[in-house]
């Protein structure tokens, strides 16, 4: 039997409002409509924009579907109409998006995953505070909380990443042109999101996490030795740190020496920090850490603790992590020491062509509750 | 009552005598955290990267563990901010801390360093004490 070929994914990545990711998407659906292409717009956000308004002029619009909720009348991409209309192309605008309640998803993401599914390609835009490993340290960086994400999986997996670049300044401009907002919420914007520190911020972010979807994409293309699905990490095209911290006092020690190992090799740092049931200290320790990850501009990724060698050797195949740093198994015969022990000898077993490195831990003071 | 904790905030230096009069504040039930502020220059973004002294920031934090070893329970943070008092005052704003350790180096407070001082003295809500260590202190550990 034949197998539905799936539909390719490529998505506009932009470090703000009004980069002009909706335009780039609109511009690439003309170029392919007029070159035969069966082009449709399954959900089209022009905030307003004449210039973005002008550019979807001609593309066939799936009409949304309009469900009302506590007397509202909400509007979403009609998915289902979408996959029906079966078009080559469906351009899906803002795909963080949290969908209105009933509708089939949750997320947009996850229609577009059906839609993909339905072997229909599709465009779509994403600003990149909205991915999900990103939020806390955009909200580090900026104060500005954002409220939809999405998984960094889905940008990770997607076929092309293109990042829609400006300068801040560039950025600012246009603002100030009314090209992004109305004229009355310009100078409220300009003195809170769009500040030249902010952008200039997200733009560093932006370009940095789109070079690393590209890796993925990169290590996705190559064809790799062993079999399918193999735990053998893949070949890296550079060195990359990841250090297990768990939510307990002395772990920002591990952390901040693999930072070193890290830099040492010129490599990036994954933090995993395992969550199981935390109390109030084990909590604190977490956010500790992660504040730690966020000022050694680390990649902070909570995981939970069941499964935790099954997750590490998962996150060390998919990020192509090449050493790997944990804390010494105790001595002693406790669940503590038997269970690090169990995990080094999986990891150990499972990781191969992964260094390991055990840190030392340093009692400092009398112990405290750990987590 | 709940147990006394301690800051020791540092910019560039181990204050060894400051942590020991930290342990000795804190007692038995008390938490000393040292605190190493990276500052960064207006002229870059808050999250450069500034690798040479995030390595020395963290030298003085292992520095301060070993220093700090066996005393009352021990804690760190690595800071980033605009100037090292902005750093001490967030940090104080997210975390009680009932006194603030400072620890001049020998020859006194430089560099701007009384400035910061001064804005501590004002602004900190918890107790402020400068230390300078007498001539009887050694051992001073550098990252």
Redesign the interface.
């Known amino acids: 039997m034949q197998t539905a070929r799936r539909g390719t994914l490529k998505v506009y990545v932009g470090m703000a409002a009004g980069v002009g990711k909706t335009y780039a998407m609109l511009e690439e659906g003309q170029d392919r409509r007029r070159e035969g292409e069966d082009v449709v717009i399954g959900w089209l956000e022009p905030h307003g924009r004449a210039e973005t308004s002008a550019m979807a002029e001609g593309l066939e619009v799936v009409p949304p579907l309009v469900r009302e909720h506590r007397g509202v009348p909400l509007r979403d991409m009609d998915t289902g109409a979408v996959v029906a209309r079966a078009p080559a192309l469906a351009l899906v605008d803002e795909l963080a998006h949290t969908n209105a309640p009933g509708m089939t998803h949750a997320k947009r993401h996850e229609d577009v995953a059906q839609i993909l599914d339905a072997g229909i390609d599709v465009l779509s835009t994403v600003n990149i505070q909205h991915l999900e490993s990103l939020n806390d340290r955009v909200h580090e960086?900026t104060g500005v909380r954002v409220r939809e994400t999405i998984p960094d999986r889905v940008l990770l997996d997607a076929d092309e990443v293109v990042l829609v670049d400006l300068t801040p300044e560039a950025l600012q401009q246009r603002l100030r042109a009314g090209k992004i907002y109305p004229a009355e919420r310009v100078e409220s914007a300009l003195l809170n999101f769009f500040t030249s520190?902010n952008l200039?911020?997200l733009r560093?972010v932006a370009l940095r996490e789109v070079a690393g979807a590209v890796d993925e994409q990169s290590h996705r293309a190559d064809p790799r030795p062993g079999e399918p699905g193999s735990d053998h990490a893949p070949p890296p095209l550079a060195e990359r740190v990841l250090v297990i911290a768990r939510p307990e006092?002395g772990s920002?020690?591990l952390v901040?020496a693999a930072?070193?190992a890290a830099?040492r090799l010129g490599a990036e740092l994954d933090v995993v920090c395992p969550e199981g049931r935390l109390d109030d200290e084990a909590i604190r320790q977490r956010d500790?850490i992660r504040?730690?990850s966020?000022?050694?501009?680390a990649h902070f990724l909570p995981v939970a603790a069941d499964e935790l060698a099954d997750t590490v050797v998962g996150l060390a195949r998919e990020r192509g992590v090449t050493r790997l740093a944990m804390a010494a198994p105790r001595g002693g015969r406790g669940l503590v020491g038997r269970l690090r022990g169990d995990l080094l000898d999986t990891l150990l077993e499972r990781l191969e062509g992964v260094d390991i490195l055990l840190l030392a831990e340093?009692?400092?003071?009398?112990d405290?509750p750990a987590g | 009552m709940s147990a006394v904790r301690v800051l020791v905030a540092t910019d560039q230096h181990c204050p060894v005598t400051a942590l020991r009069h930290a342990a000795a504040l804190a007692g038995r039930d008390g938490e000393?955290v040292l605190a190493s502020v990276?500052v960064v220059p207006h002229a870059q973004?808050?999250?450069a990267?500034l690798?040479l002294a995030?390595?020395d920031a963290?030298g003085v934090?292992?520095a301060g563990?070993?220093a700090?070893?066996?005393?009352?329970?021990?804690?760190?943070?690595?800071?980033?901010a605009r100037s090292f008092a902005e750093g001490v005052l967030e940090l104080l704003a997210a975390e009680r801390f009932d006194v603030l350790l400072v620890e001049a180096p020998r020859g006194g407070l430089r560099n701007g360093m009384r400035g910061q001082f001064d804005i501590l003295m004002d602004r900190a809500e918890a107790t402020v004490i400068l230390v300078r260590p007498g001539p009887e202190a050694r051992g001073t550990l550098s990252p």
């Open positions: 960086l520190a200039g911020t560093e006092h920002q020690r901040r930072w070193r830099r500790l504040s730690l966020v000022t050694l501009g340093r009692r400092a003071g009398r405290r | 000393v990276l973004p808050l999250e990267s690798d995030v390595a963290c934090l292992d563990e070993r700090a070893a066996g005393a009352a329970v021990f804690d760190t943070r690595l800071l980033r």
